[in-house]
Nanobody, 130 residues
Framework: QVQLVDAGGGLVQAGGSLRLSCAAS????????MGWFRQAPGKEREFVAALSRSGITTAYADSVKGRFTISRDNAKNTMYLQMNSLKPEDTAVYYC???????????????????????WGQGTQVTVSS
């Protein structure tokens, strides 16, 4: 089992940058496929980005491709989401997530599925002002 603590949110002007982090405790984060999702007020939670245990396979939502970069440092049991060129529509609570740690391989398409993830962080608020 793993516990996830996400952090790094805040208030930023449009065009600015933030870096979110997700610290994993319990089993090492290298055992898990991990990702980021977000939920804006009045909307359903949506996929943002994800990467495989090795970090080789990644997936991004079209709305963030080219602006956001997901990465992980397994030695630090931490995953990151570097968010650049932020837009007001990026405003949401961001959640990190991890799968069951089964070691299964997932394609980039499968990484987008919310049902794949078993463990969730508590969320961190990102607000982008215009």
């Amino acid at each position: 089992q793993v516990q996830l603590v996400d952090a790094g949110g805040g208030l930023v002007q449009a065009g600015g940058s933030l870096r979110l982090s997700c610290a994993a405790s319990g089993r090492t984060s290298g055992s898990y496929t991990m990702g980021w999702f977000r939920q804006a007020p009045g909307k359903e939670r949506e996929f943002v980005a994800a990467l495989s245990r090795s970090g080789i396979t990644t997936a991004y939502a079209d709305s963030v491709k080219g602006r956001f970069t997901i990465s992980r440092d397994n030695a630090k049991n931490t995953m990151y989401l570097q968010m650049n060129s932020l837009k007001p529509e990026d405003t949401a609570v961001y959640y990190c997530a991890a799968d069951s740690g089964s070691g299964r391989y997932y394609s980039a398409t499968m990484l987008r599925l919310e049902s794949l993830y078993e463990y969730w962080g508590q969320g961190t608020q990102v607000t982008v002002s215009s």
